[in-house]
Each structure stands twice: as C-alpha cells, then as structure tokens.
T-cell receptor, first 113, second 114 residues
Framework: AQSVSQHNHHVILSEAASLELGCNYS??????LFWYVQYPGQHLQLLLK??????LVKGIKGFEAEFIKSKFSFNLRKPSVQWSDTAEYFC???????????FGTGTLLAVQP | DTAVSQTPKYLVTQMGNDKSIKCEQN?????MYWYKQDSKKFLKIMFS???????INETVPNRFSPKSPDKAHLNLHINSLELGDSAVYFC?????????????FGQGTRLTVV
C-alpha cells in the first residue's frame, strides 16, 4: 500500500531563511507527486506537481521540489521564505490503478517577521 | 464560478442527528473524493468515485454513506452523528487521466458535533 511520510511536523524560520521540507513515499510503481499548501482557515491549494520528465519541478510563489527516485523522496524547497508563507504544507502521492490520492501528515511552517 | 463548492461551510449539530454535506464540481472531472481533516490537520481519504462508481472506500464507519447522483456531484450523508465525527470535511475532484491529474479542493465543511 502506498504511504507518505513528512518528517518535519513543525518548522519555525525567520524571514529570508531557506526552507526545505522532507517528503518520502512508499510505492513501487509509477507515482505522481504533489505539494499542497493550506493557509490558515482555507482549503488546500496546489503548489507544484511531478508527473514525469525533469525531476526538478518549479511551482508557484518561488517553490520548487526535486524528485529523487532512488530515495523515494520529493522534498520541497524555497530559497527565501516570507511571512506570508506561514501555512500547513502537505506532500501527496497518487499511485496504482485507483487514482488514490494519499497525503502526508503535514508540516506546519511558521515564518517570523 | 467556484470550481468545487461545498455546502454548508459550517455545520453544528447534536449527537445522534443525521446530516448531509453536498459537493458539486463544474470542472468536468471524472473523479471526486471526500477527505476528513482532524484537529491535528491529518487528511484522511474516505471515499472516491469515478463516473458515479465507488472505487475507494476506506475504513469508514457505515454511518457515512456517499452518494453520487451524477459525476458532477458527490454528497456525504452521516447518520447518528458522534462527537468524534467533528472535523473539517473536504471534497475534491480530479481528472481520471493520470497524465493530467490534479486534485482541486472545496472550501471545506467544518462539522461540530455537540
């Protein structure tokens, strides 16, 4: 069965600091990978996605993620965070024939001004 | 012109009641989902439908019954509500095509059982 793990549950950074959030998945077949963001009190919005091709994908708001197949990882990065990036970040994976979209447990990012 | 819309946005009800949450998408997607987000923000998939057919049914109490009258709608009916059902419920939809799949989420329904 597929699963997703996010190792950082709570991250606190100062503005302009660099960000890297870890995500590992377990599924042996072809996967589609996603990062979603949930701002306080809002619904989930897609940051970026990986289907195939270049393993380094760029998303909105300066975020990027790198798919490393050998490590089953899809870490999210941003070189310089802003206060407005304070939110919950979810890694997700789709694998298998049922298009089952599974989420990690989320990482709460708090950016201090 | 909201892509995925859920109603109601807030729902407060007493234990033992029966309630429904409605979801509609105007994106022409084939697949729709229901997720439960608990107080720790954990998102757990409950159900998934593809073209009105149930394809994913996780370990969810049978008090929860999804209904898909057509592929644009996926409603969630909950019988005999319990305190532990309090959560935010998100509806989502996506294309079935794996090369183009991306889930779009509704605004969520915050259910509070008292």
């Amino acid at each position: 069965a597929q699963s997703v793990s996010q190792h950082n549950h709570h991250v606190i950074l100062s503005e302009a600091a660099s960000l890297e959030l870890g995500c590992n998945y377990s599924y042996g077949g072809t996967v589609n990978l996603f990062w979603y963001v949930q701002y306080p009190g809002q619904h989930l919005q897609l940051l970026l996605k990986y289907f195939s091709g270049d393993p380094l994908v760029k998303g909105i708001k300066g975020f990027e993620a790198e798919f490393i197949k050998s490590k089953f990882s899809f870490n999210l990065r941003k070189p310089s965070v802003q206060w407005s990036d304070t939110a919950e970040y979810f890694c997700a994976v789709i694998g298998g024939a049922t298009n089952k979209l599974i989420f990690g447990t989320g990482t709460l990012l708090a950016v201090q001004p | 012109d909201t892509a995925v819309s859920q109603t109601p946005k807030y729902l407060v009800t007493q234990m033992g009641n029966d309630k429904s949450i409605k979801c509609e998408q105007n994106l022409g997607h084939d697949t729709m989902y229901w997720y439960k987000q608990d107080s720790k923000k954990f998102l757990k998939i409950m159900f998934s439908y593809n073209n009105k057919e149930l394809i994913i049914n996780e370990t969810v109490p049978n008090r929860f019954s999804p209904k898909s009258p057509d592929k644009a709608h996926l409603n969630l009916h909950i019988n005999s509500l319990e305190l532990g059902d309090s959560a935010v419920y998100f509806c989502a939809s996506s294309p079935w095509d794996r090369q183009n799949t991306e889930a779009f989420f509704g605004q969520g329904t915050r259910l509070t059982v008292v």
